[in-house]
């Protein structure tokens, strides 16, 4: 990967893992090829009118969809090798914090995150027509948010975690662990081991990790002592990374009792 002057705020890898999207500060989406451990520039889409917040593949990543500071949602589709902008609208005024998205069999969902502390849900058609619902969620801005096929978590300024159904938009469970801003929430995809389980993280220097236990949330608190910015499930929904520092990243798997416990990684070179 060329060394990029750029803060990248997002990446997302396509369901094969055989490219990556990144969302970044000087306005512009990037989609690389992965070849072997080597990130090959594909592509510079260029259209946003301020740093680009958060960038994601829909469905198997014929689609890519991107949000900005200014509230502008743009939808990419992939035309024979390169993607073409589909579509663009103005979600609000203010900043797109965060998207997330779930597709179905008739349309699909982009669910986004907005600094005013509303979560806007614009379902699309195929032929991208919209509608847009509004949710007043967090009491500040909305800094994240995360879905998979059963519910969506957001998590804001107002150090407050929210669990929704993602079919009703219903508020399931509030939580409040956390006593600093939440930088990230992370929902694991439907999985083989049937584990629902999600993860919050925060300014505090603590990961939350949530699952379910009988029909009651069971909650794991970590402390890493330092302020975090990320996190993410791997793709079998088993292993969660969190991000902190310069570049800092820890890895946390259950054991036999379903207790999560930091493991070491080999770095390819």
Known sequence: MQAQKEIIYSMDADLSEKRLVTASSDRVVRTYKIEDT?????????????????AIFLNKGELICSGCYTGELFIWQLEGSSFVKKFSTKVFNGSINSISHLFLENSFKIFCACSDGKVRILTFDFKLNFKTEELNVHKFGITSISSNEKYFITGGVDNKVFLFDIKTNKEIYSFNEHTNIVRDVSIAKTNEFDLDVFASCSDDGSVVIYYFEKEVIKKQVIQINEPLSSLAWSKRGYSLSVGYGENMVKHYVPDVDGYFKEVDLERVE
């Open 38 to 54: 080597q990130l090959i520039l594909d592509q510079e889409l260029s259209g946003h009118d301020s740093p680009v917040t958060k």
